[in-house]
């Protein structure tokens, strides 16, 4: 089969797309036959190397896929094929003392596709038929497959982790990336007042369509101190964190007294200078956040394919112009996430 996979880590270039053998299936095991894979952060860091993480080559990146059924497990029963799904990228063991207890994100052997495993970037996939969701009709595969990694991280951080209530202001730093276009969608529907930022003003106003009240550009204004005016002085209650290390103390800054800031991610870097004072003082909760559980899944995804939260896609490239794809996405240029067709 015809799959995007480098044969070692570094940079774009080592993107090829190559004939790899098509994987067979396990018995509790689907094939989805890929028909659009979104890209995600995690695939830069994937293709780069992460410390730790020794892969057999070729490796195929990207995990949020959707696509139709193509083959069947011997032990799978209420899937078939033929069927329109989206893909969860989470892997779990399903035995630990974490999956028994229904937080599979925490699972002692916790896995994402695409970056432990062969992922979506190809003809077909391999998941566990657990891992599958039906889609409707209705819903194009560009869409479905824009929805499962951020909308699962966005919602577990904030409804499950901050338990963002009706009312309160939530900070969301970087407004363009996927996640940041899915966690301001949940916020709003949330029923929150929701703060963003970004350093480009063209997202901005893209952000406000999502559901942004005040919108906020970085590189023109002191953010934190913008908020802290919107806010009388008070700050927000929630900050929803995956910048890392470039805005973190000015997140801390912006919360008020006794507020959460919840952290999914560390793109600028993951040592921070650290403020301990205002955390005590202040009485923080710093909270962090992986994925979701099973049951977190199907409630976002229920409201995704119910049509009230509608994932942001950014640009479609053919699985071809893959390196293209990844390009736009080294450089922070999307507004919501950048998918391949296949
Ligand atoms: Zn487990």
């Known amino acids: 089969m015809k799959a995007l996979a480098f044969m070692e880590h570094g940079g774009i270039e080592k993107l090829q797309l190559l004939d790899v053998p098509p994987p067979d299936v396990g018995a509790d095991e689907v094939l989805v036959g890929v028909q659009a894979v979104a890209l995600n952060r995690l695939d830069l860091f994937t293709l780069g190397g992460l410390p730790g ?57 916790f896995k994402i596709l695409g970056e432990h495993v062969w992922g979506g970037a190809a003809e077909l996939v391999r998941v566990p038929a657990r891992n599958v969701l039906p889609i409707p009709d209705a819903l194009p595969f560009e869409i479905a497959a824009a929805a499962p990694l951020v909308y699962q991280t966005a919602w577990r951080a904030l409804i499950s ?54 919108a906020i550009n970085y590189t023109t204004q002191e953010w934190d101190k913008e908020v802290w005016k919107a806010t009388n002085k008070r700050g927000v209650d929630v ?44 009485q923080i909760d710093i909270l962090g956040s992986t994925m979701a559980n099973q049951r977190e899944f199907r409630e976002v995804m229920r409201l995704v394919l119910r049509g009230e939260l509608k994932p942001a896609v950014d640009s479609v490239f053919p699985l071809a112009r893959g390196r293209e794809a990844f390009a736009r996405l080294s450089r922070g240029e999307q507004f919501g996430k950048i998918v391949l067709t296949v």
């Open 161 to 214: 982790r901050a338990r963002l209530k009706i009312g309160e202001d939530v900070l969301i730093l970087g407004a363009g990336a996927g996640v940041s276009t899915a966690a301001i969608q949940i916020a709003k529907h949330a029923g929150a007042r929701v703060f963003v930022t970004s350093s480009s003003d063209e997202k901005l106003p893209k952000a406000k369509t999502l559901g942004a009240d005040v």
């Open 53 to 109: 993480l020794k892969l057999p080559m070729p490796h195929i990146p990207a995990g949020d896929v959707a696509g139709v059924v193509a083959k069947i497990g011997a032990a799978v029963s209420g899937v078939e094929v033929g069927q329109r799904v989206l893909v969860n990228p989470s892997l779990w063991c399903g035995r630990c003392e974490f999956c028994t207890s229904g937080e599979e994100s925490l699972c002692n052997d």
């Open 239 to 282: 900050v929803f964190e995956s910048v890392g290390a470039a805005t973190w103390l000015k997140a801390i800054r912006a919360l008020r007294k006794g507020g959460r800031l919840v952290t999914i991610g560390a793109t600028t870097g993951p040592n921070p200078p650290e403020e301990i004072r205002q955390i005590f003082w202040k």
